[in-house]
């Protein structure tokens, strides 16, 4: 019986160590941006736009869609997915328009995406509190050069990217997703830092703003993200007003 006894100590004792030493694998980042080539995701889009050379806002708002379309090849031979996207009104009337397309590209640490030739790692390995990355580390000088006259693309493949409320329950449009994870732009260097003048208090002064917050869901994907970059220039200064853009995505339907 002494010997039954002994025996059943040494059997918890060893159950109690492997549960003490059991580690959990974090999160890879593909979990967070599957790629199944017929799987949808349908915004409420708000992007926001400068007019009159800068002295008005306007914001345009329509329902978007994305589709994953099929596995490809992408321009250094990895195994990449297209993406279409596609537009209409916010009240889901009119027939869907193309509005281009983007490609998503998983590798062993990360998740990559690729539109208007400009490639972003969008996740990073592990996907964990703490992990920080350059999430623009790919892009060229000025890479919105062609689409906007600023200067807040300036330095961008310097900017450190990190994750927030890993594994968290988030509501989006009215809708619960329980395990989550934020993308959120980290620029604490005060010469890189994120808004200056931001209400513009003084209208005499340069101002800017950057900022990018991004939810996914596992299984799922990009659920809800905010991008701003917008720069205003004074009255003295040779174009006057603001310029840049911003966009929100807040998901409403999936398959």
């Known amino acids: 019986m002494k010997a039954f006894s002994l025996l059943l100590l040494a059997s918890l004792f060893f159950v109690s160590c492997k549960k003490e030493t059991e580690t959990l694998q974090p999160e890879v980042p593909k979990d967070y941006l599957p790629t199944q080539p017929g799987k949808y995701i349908t915004y409420r889009t708000d992007s926001t736009v400068y007019t009159n050379f800068g002295s008005g806002i306007a914001v345009h708002s329509y329902q978007e869609k994305t589709i994953v379309d099929s596995l490809i090849t992408d321009n250094l031979g990895r195994p990449s997915y297209r993406v279409f ?37 969008k996740l990073a390995a592990p996907v964990s509190e703490g992990t920080s990355w350059k999430a623009n580390r790919f892009l060229p000088d000025d890479p919105y050069g062609a689409f906007y006259d600023f200067s807040n693309d300036d330095g961008m493949a310097d900017w450190d990217y990190g994750y927030t409320n890993v ?6 449009s009215g809708k619960q997703y329980d395990s989550t994870v934020t993308v959120q732009l980290m620029l604490d260097d005060p010469e890189t830092n994120t808004s200056a003048n931001f209400q513009i208090a003084n209208a005499q002064l340069y101002g800017f703003k950057n900022y990018s917050t991004e939810k996914y869901a596992k299984g799922l994907g990009l659920i809800y993200q905010e991008y701003i970059m917008w720069e205003y220039q004074p009255p003295s200064s040779p174009r006057p007003g603001y310029r840049g853009f911003g966009v929100k995505r807040s998901i409403i339907d999936h398959n």
């Not at 594994?167 to 989006?172: E, G, H, K, N, Y």
């Open 167 to 172: 594994d968290q329950a988030v509501s989006v």
């Open 85 to 121: 996207r596609f537009l209409r009104d916010t009240a889901g009337k009119t027939a869907w328009q193309p509005a281009g397309t983007y490609f998503i590209t998983p590798t062993a640490n990360a998740v990559e995406v690729i539109e208007n030739n400009l490639r972003f790692l």
